[in-house]
């Protein structure tokens, strides 16, 4: 598959949000593996805001204790806040500067093996719901073409996410979010025991829970459980778990 048919079929997966079945934990975490996908980073994590001001990252790539400090940081300071705050993207290079314009979450990122990160804003006109964070191992900015890609990936997330709450009342998009918080490192968990039993990579692992949740119309966090609990594969028997509600129950 060429770049540009993998850019297509990202933007068809991000519109895919006005369907009955939507799994907010399963599209926020798709769209982080996308991005380190199409624009070469080492990782990148979804913040919203739920709701009010304050960010959360709901669905982080990964669940290391040194990428968790630098999520949980991120929340409240760096390019992540700024983004959101300003509707712009921002990253922690300011010329002129003699140190970091966020020290506590430079330091964060200097230990957790990363470089550079940049945030863009996730936007519609004049409401920003929150901001996509990329993080890289080497101290470059991105290009100018892959940041316009970046900014128009959490351009078309935003609409889809904004249109799934067209569609829902603002309570159960608010309980779908507090439960994505709840059930990430679940799935963070199942995802990193399915990669070492199967000797395949953390992205192929969560590709394979995702699938398996679609084909069998299930949630993606009871497919977590099942990995966890029973050590079921995606792909051989159905997990014995309840058929996907309207919200997920955990």
């Known amino acids: 598959m060429s770049r540009e048919q993998h850019i297509a079929r990202t933007f068809v997966e991000l519109a895919d949000t006005l369907v009955e079945d939507f799994d907010l934990i399963a599209f926020l975490q798709q769209m982080t593996v996308r991005c380190q996908e ?8 979804v913040f919203l805001s739920h709701p009010g001001p304050h960010l959360y990252s709901p669905a982080p790539c990964d669940p290391g204790p ?3 400090r ?31 314009r966020w020290p506590e979450f430079t330091a964060h990122l200097r230990q957790a093996g990363y470089a550079f990160a940049t945030a863009v804003p996730m936007r519609l006109r004049k409401e920003t719901i929150g901001s996509l964070l990329l993080l890289d191992s080497n101290e470059r900015p991105l290009t100018a073409d892959d940041l316009a890609l970046a900014q128009a990936l959490a351009d078309a997330a935003t609409i889809g996410l904004l ?5 829902q009342q603002q309570d159960t998009v608010n309980e779908q979010l507090h439960t994505a918080l709840q059930s990430r490192i679940v799935i963070e968990q199942a995802k990193g025991l399915l990669a070492a039993r199967s000797n395949t990579t953390l992205n192929d692992a969560f590709e394979a829970m995702r699938r398996h949740a679609r084909q069998h119309r299930i949630l993606l966090s009871a497919v977590a459980r099942e990995v966890i609990d029973t050590g079921a594969v995606p792909g051989g028997r159905p997990p014995a778990v309840p058929p996907r509600q309207d919200t997920d129950a955990e």
């Not at 249109?163 to 569609?167: E, F, G, L, P, Q």
């Open 66 to 68: 040194a990428l968790q």
């Open 70 to 100: 630098v999520l949980e940081t991120a929340c409240v300071q760096g390019p992540a806040v700024e983004a959101h705050r300003t509707a712009r993207a921002a990253d922690g290079h300011t010329p002129g500067d003699e140190g970091p």
């Open 38 to 45: 199409l624009l070469d980073v080492v990782d990148a994590a």
């Open 163 to 167: 249109h799934s709450r067209t569609i």
